[in-house]
């Protein structure tokens, strides 16, 4: 994770149980959807009838109003400046987006989330006041590109731009070989935090503990030297 998102997501309530969605497209819908599963109260907002009563007839959310969000009247009398928690799923429509923000911001809201289209709708949407912005066709392109050009990497965790955790398929070169005998610390700089075994991760394997290829393997290190690793 981005470290500087860290103080936002600490400053988040953990008792918060209630998050306004403003924007039903698909990106909105698929915030509301699973916080409605996951049992949370979601109130929803669109300036369109139609996606409104969508929302509502296939039980998306727990509650959905008609308003539009750059006017601020409209949104006090929803109720929206009373959440904790407000999720702006403007995407497309730029300006709309800026405006909302904006206002919800003005209204109170202590986390104002933002979803971004661009990198410049980004940084005014930062400008404006959101606390925290999701650029997720960006980040959805990242990572297909990356499991693209590294197939062997299953799962990658960034822990900042230079350090990650990441779970690798074991390599043909490391068939056989014990934890001991491939001096993963010595020689790549990296640490093996797990490794599969009948369909389970084993934590901490011991230095006796033999890997096979196709089998997967969990490492932490600096990113340079997980692209040392012959995969
Ligand atoms: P998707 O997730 O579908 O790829 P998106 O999240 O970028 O797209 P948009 O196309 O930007 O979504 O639209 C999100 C929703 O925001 C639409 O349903 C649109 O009707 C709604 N919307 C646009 N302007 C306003 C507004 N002023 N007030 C409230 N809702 C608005």
């Given at each position: 994770?981005?470290?500087?998102?860290?103080?936002?997501?600490?400053?988040?309530?953990?008792?918060?149980?209630?998050?306004?969605?403003?924007?039903?497209?698909?990106?909105?819908?698929?915030?509301?959807?699973?916080l409605h599963r996951l049992g949370y109260q979601v109130l929803a907002t669109d300036i369109d009838e139609k996606r409104v009563a969508d929302a509502l007839?296939?039980?998306?959310?727990?509650h959905a109003v008609q308003l539009d969000s750059t006017e601020p009247a409209a949104l006090k009398e929803a109720g929206l400046f009373e959440f904790d928690?407000?999720?702006i799923a403007i995407g497309n429509y730029i300006q709309e987006s800026i405006i909302t923000t904006l206002n919800v911001k003005e209204g109170g809201v202590?986390?104002?989330?933002?979803?971004?289209?661009?990198?410049?709708?980004?940084?005014?949407?930062?400008?404006?006041?959101?606390?925290?912005?999701?650029?997720?066709?960006?980040?959805?392109?990242?990572?297909?590109?990356?499991?693209?050009?590294?197939?062997?990497?299953?799962?990658?965790?960034?822990?900042?731009?230079?350090?990650?955790?990441?779970?690798?398929?074991?390599?043909?070169?490391?068939?056989?070989?014990?934890?001991?005998?491939?001096?993963?610390?010595?020689?790549?700089?990296?640490?093996?935090?797990?490794?599969?075994?009948?369909?389970?991760?084993?934590?901490?394997?011991?230095?006796?503990?033999?890997?096979?290829?196709?089998?997967?393997?969990?490492?932490?290190?600096?990113?340079?030297?997980?692209?040392?690793?012959?995969?």
């Amino acid at each position: 994770m981005d470290l500087s998102s860290l103080g936002f997501f600490r400053s988040l309530r953990k008792d918060n149980h209630q998050f306004a969605v403003i924007g039903l497209g698909r990106f909105g819908r698929s915030v509301c959807s699973t916080l409605h599963r996951l049992g949370y109260q979601v109130l929803a907002t669109d300036i369109d009838e139609k996606r409104v009563a969508d929302a509502l007839s296939e039980k998306i959310v727990g509650h959905a109003v008609q308003l539009d969000s750059t006017e601020p009247a409209a949104l006090k009398e929803a109720g929206l400046f009373e959440f904790d928690t407000v999720i702006i799923a403007i995407g497309n429509y730029i300006q709309e987006s800026i405006i909302t923000t904006l206002n919800v911001k003005e209204g109170g809201v202590p986390h104002v989330i933002a979803k971004a289209s661009t990198e410049v709708h980004c940084k005014l949407l930062k400008r404006v006041g959101a606390d925290h912005v999701v650029f997720p066709e960006y980040e959805a392109g990242s990572s297909l590109a990356r499991t693209l050009t590294k197939p062997s990497i299953l799962e990658r965790f960034d822990l900042d731009p230079e350090h990650s955790i990441v779970e690798i398929i074991v390599p043909d070169e490391f068939d056989g070989k014990t934890v001991a005998e491939l001096q993963l610390r010595n020689r790549y700089g990296l640490n093996l935090l797990a490794v599969s075994q009948d369909g389970k991760f084993k934590i901490n394997p011991d230095p006796y503990q033999r890997l096979y290829k196709g089998a997967a393997m969990v490492v932490i290190g600096c990113n340079k030297d997980i692209n040392r690793l012959p995969i």
